[in-house]
């Protein structure tokens, strides 16, 4: 079973800083992994899809890499602002052979940019 | 092209009646997901639909919801009685196919009194 988790829960900084958002998923055997940022009151935006085949992914101030081996993903956001405030999601899916339409959220991180 | 559309966006309720969440996929996306989120808890599965089909239901309760998509319009999340508990954020999201980008919706902010 697919478990998902984030760490930390919170994290509050000063603007300008570079930070790193951590996921962990326990089966490593999935097609690939999301990361998401939800506004308060609001739904989903996708930032970033890594593919089981990549190692990362970039768009913008945001990179994202994924370790299969050690079940592992980072979201690395450059030069934060504070627009960047918001809770950030990783979703992995269920791994080979499950159904692949149920994506398992962690918690998030809740981000806070100090300007 | 217009993304993910859910209507209402925001709907009240009283123990009892019924809730209807309309959701609209993006163009030429035929994979629909619901998804729940509860006061202070992560965002949980409920069901997986393909035109005229549900794949994978696994996360919905097992009375009272029930959910499809049928051939023409948008898919339907129905809550039968609905309790204080229901009170949550349903969100859909969609995808052209079923191991692709997700693609997620405002959300129904649904509130039972």
């Known amino acids: 079973k697919q478990e998902v988790t984030q760490i930390p829960a919170a994290l509050s900084v000063p603007e300008g800083e570079n930070l790193v958002l951590n996921c962990s998923f326990t089966d490593s055997a999935i097609y690939n992994l999301q990361w998401f940022r939800q506004d308060p009151g609001k739904g989903l935006t996708s930032l970033l899809l890594?593919?089981?085949?990549?190692r990362e992914q970039t768009s913008g101030r945001l990179n994202a890499s994924l370790d299969k081996s050690s079940g592992r993903s980072t979201l690395y956001i450059a030069a934060s602002q504070p627009g960047d405030s918001a809770t950030y999601l990783c979703a992995a899916p269920p791994p080979y052979g499950g159904s692949q339409g149920n994506l398992i959220f962690g918690k998030g991180t809740k981000l806070s940019v100090k300007p | 092209n217009a993304g993910v559309m859910q209507n209402p966006r925001h709907l009240v309720r009283r123990r009892g009646q019924e809730a209807r969440l309309r959701c609209s996929p993006m163009?030429?996306?035929?994979?629909v997901y619901w998804y729940r989120q509860l006061p202070e808890e992560g965002l949980k599965f409920m069901v997986y639909l393909q035109k005229e089909n549900i794949i994978d239901e696994s996360g919905m309760p097992k009375e009272r919801f029930s959910a499809e998509f049928p051939k023409e319009g948008p898919s339907i999340l129905r809550i039968q009685q609905v309790v204080r508990g229901d009170s949550a954020a349903y969100f859909c999201?969609?995808?052209?196919?079923?191991?692709?980008?997700?693609?997620f919706g405002p959300g129904t902010r649904l509130t039972v009194l």
């Open positions: 163009k030429g996306h035929s994979h």
């Open positions: 999201a969609s995808s052209p196919t079923h191991s692709n980008e997700q693609f």
């Open positions: 890594i593919q089981s085949s990549q």
